[in-house]
């Protein structure tokens, strides 16, 4: 840019010396404004690019981001007697649950923990079972007895499920080799007993269960609950020939 203003002003003729000069000064100038300018105006046009792209890497994609405020819905309060009602038909269900294992004599031998308080995980269950037993009612009681009694079956529930597990863990691994083996003796005769189709061998059965399990009741291993013995006796009473009648 300098030496094509030198050549305008060369072309030009005759020229002052202050001219020349005032030109000279002038291109020098403006090539000294346009190095700086240039690269001034690439590092802004770089930095508007990379500000762009920042701003666009920051910004939140749809469904994201802070929550936004909302105003809270109070919910109705629950019905104190529909929720004591709940849990009293679960209770029902529970107590039949609980019913049918003491009553039968091939579930306890099967799970023989669970009939055992001094396992810590029966011992629970019978305790929180016998808590939510005291806190039922006929009527619907009081709201805070209603909300007692929805705890206590909760708890029971939960504590049953975990004695079963442990139940389950353990089955026979409390007993000695000859205890194991009695019970597998005693279980196959009350399974022959239950599908025998004839009458003398069923009572023969039956019989020979109800001694083995009550060796195992005296030796302390086994705890076979009332309910099971009293089925296990009725059982072999149904089952005994009928008496003739004299003369």
């Known amino acids: 840019m300098l030496v094509v203003a030198v050549l305008a002003v060369l072309l030009l003729g005759d020229v002052s010396a202050e001219t020349l000069a005032a030109v000279l000064l002038g291109s020098a100038a403006a090539v000294v404004l346009a190095a700086f300018a240039v690269p001034a105006l690439a590092i802004s046009g770089v930095l508007f690019i990379v500000l762009h792209r920042v701003r666009r ?50 579930a306890v ?25 005291a806190l039922d009612t006929e009527a619907p009681p009081p709201p805070e007895h209603g909300e007692a009694f929805v705890r206590a079956v909760d708890y ?48 023969a059965a039956y019989t020979r269960a109800r001694t083995e399990l009550a060796k195992l009741e005296q030796a302390g291993r086994l705890r076979v609950p009332r309910p099971a013995m009293a089925k296990l006796d009725e059982a072999a009473r149904l089952r005994l020939p009928p008496v003739a009648e004299a003369g």
């Open 57 to 106: 890497s920051r910004r939140v994609p749809d469904g994201y981001g802070p929550p936004v405020a909302r105003i809270p819905v109070p919910r109705p309060p629950a019905d104190p007697v529909a929720r004591w009602r709940s849990a009293r038909r679960r209770f029902d269900v529970l107590r039949g649950e609980y019913a049918s294992y003491e009553c039968d004599p091939l």
């Open 109 to 133: 031998l099967r799970l023989p923990a669970l009939a055992d308080v001094t396992v810590p995980a029966t011992g629970r269950f019978v305790d929180a079972f016998a808590n939510a037993q």
């Open 156 to 203: 029971a529930w939960r504590c049953w499920r975990a004695a079963q597990d442990a139940a389950d863990r353990i089955r026979l691994s409390g007993l000695t080799a000859e205890e194991r083996s009695s019970v597998q003796r005693t279980i196959t005769l009350l399974l022959m007993a239950r599908d025998s189709g004839h009458e003398a061998e069923r009572l």
